[in-house]
């Protein structure tokens, strides 16, 4: 089996990152952001970018081993309307629309925890229907060393459900257990993930990680954020904002896909 991987919503390659470190290959992305594209392309060249979720045609790609997304997380961030599927940026249609025509081993997906209240048991169900089953997650940053909170929910999927078993999961939980030693700051479920069985709260015991923070965050967010001195180098500075807002922490799909391929190993 090539260890292929689809990325989707890929911003500046965060899921490609921890693919690479995997040992996944990323066959090819879909984003449509200028900037991100530029990065994406200095990181990954040769490696095709899509620029529109609604007319990617996975039927191009299928068997690919891996498929992630960070499906947008405006309908269902606290810091926006919560207007759900009535958002136009509500794209998890499409996304599954890709995971169906592709029908990939694996998904990972990831958004806010504000969608476990507003869209999750629907994902599930629209991923059960289309032959998977179904783990969710959430996993802060901190849970990996990151200097932030950041709470997201993270959704696993398998096809071959003879590997993602009742082992497997309990492989997961021990690899993410005891969150708040970890994280310093306690999940409080106030979206009411343990209400839900199917679902779990997350963090990581690892001490150490490929790209593992090397200075204090305090130092790193002055550098990033610096006061604008009006020279050239500044012109990106809002693009660079948005596109790490908008990121994901690449420490934690790395811990979910080496537990995948543990599978097979």
């Given at each position: 089996?090539k260890?292929?991987?689809?990325?989707?919503?890929?911003?500046?390659g965060g899921?490609s990152?921890a693919?690479?470190?995997?040992?996944?290959?990323?066959?090819?992305?879909?984003?449509?952001?200028?900037?991100?594209?530029?990065?994406l392309?200095?990181?990954?060249?040769?490696v095709?970018?899509?620029?529109d979720?609604?007319?990617?045609?996975?039927?191009?790609?299928?068997?690919?081993?891996?498929?992630t997304?960070?499906?947008?997380?405006?309908?269902?961030?606290?810091a926006?309307?919560?207007?759900g599927?009535?958002?136009?940026?509500?794209?998890w249609p499409?996304?599954?629309?890709v995971?169906?025509?592709?029908k990939?081993?694996?998904?990972?997906?990831?958004?806010?925890?504000?969608?476990?209240?507003m869209?999750?048991?629907?994902?599930?169900?629209?991923?059960?229907?289309?032959?998977?089953?179904?783990?969710?997650f959430?996993?802060?940053?901190?849970?990996?060393?990151?200097?932030?909170?950041r709470d997201?929910?993270?959704?696993?999927?398998n096809?071959?459900?003879?590997?993602?078993?009742?082992?497997?999961k309990?492989?997961?939980?021990?690899?993410c257990?005891?969150?708040?030693a970890?994280?310093?700051?306690?999940?409080?479920?106030?979206?009411?993930?343990?209400?839900h069985?199917?679902?779990?709260?997350?963090?990581s015991?690892?001490?150490s990680?490929?790209?593992?923070?090397k200075?204090p965050?305090?130092?790193?967010?002055?550098?990033?954020?610096?006061?604008d001195?009006?020279?050239p180098r500044?012109?990106?500075?809002?693009?660079r904002?948005?596109?790490?807002?908008?990121?994901?922490?690449p420490?934690i799909?790395?811990l979910?896909?080496?537990?995948?391929?543990?599978?097979?190993t």
């Amino acid at each position: 089996m090539k260890l292929t991987h689809i990325d989707l919503f890929s911003g500046i390659g965060g899921f490609s990152l921890a693919a690479r470190w995997a040992g996944l290959d990323t066959i090819v992305f879909c984003e449509r952001d200028k900037f991100c594209q530029k990065v994406l392309n200095k990181h990954w060249p040769g490696v095709p970018i899509h620029d529109d979720i609604t007319t990617f045609d996975g039927t191009k790609y299928s068997n690919v081993f891996l498929l992630t997304g960070g499906f947008p997380c405006q309908p269902f961030s606290r810091a926006g309307k919560r207007r759900g599927k009535e958002d136009d940026r509500y794209l998890w249609p499409e996304m599954l629309r890709v995971i169906s025509e592709t029908k990939p081993h694996w998904v990972i997906g990831e958004n806010v925890a504000g969608f476990v209240s507003m869209g999750l048991d629907g994902c599930i169900s629209d991923l059960e229907r289309e032959g998977y089953e179904v783990q969710a997650f959430v996993i802060p940053a901190c849970a990996v060393k990151a200097p932030h909170r950041r709470d997201r929910v993270w959704i696993v999927a398998n096809c071959s459900q003879q590997l993602f078993n009742g082992t497997w999961k309990a492989r997961a939980r021990r690899r993410c257990k005891s969150a708040n030693a970890d994280s310093h700051a306690p999940y409080t479920d106030n979206e009411g993930l343990q209400g839900h069985g199917k679902h779990g709260e997350c963090s990581s015991e690892r001490t150490s990680w490929p790209g593992t923070w090397k200075e204090p965050w305090i130092e790193a967010a002055t550098r990033l954020c610096r006061v604008d001195d009006g020279l050239p180098r500044q012109v990106d500075r809002v693009n660079r904002l948005k596109a790490l807002g908008n990121a994901v922490v690449p420490q934690i799909p790395f811990l979910i896909m080496t537990g995948i391929l543990d599978l097979y190993t």
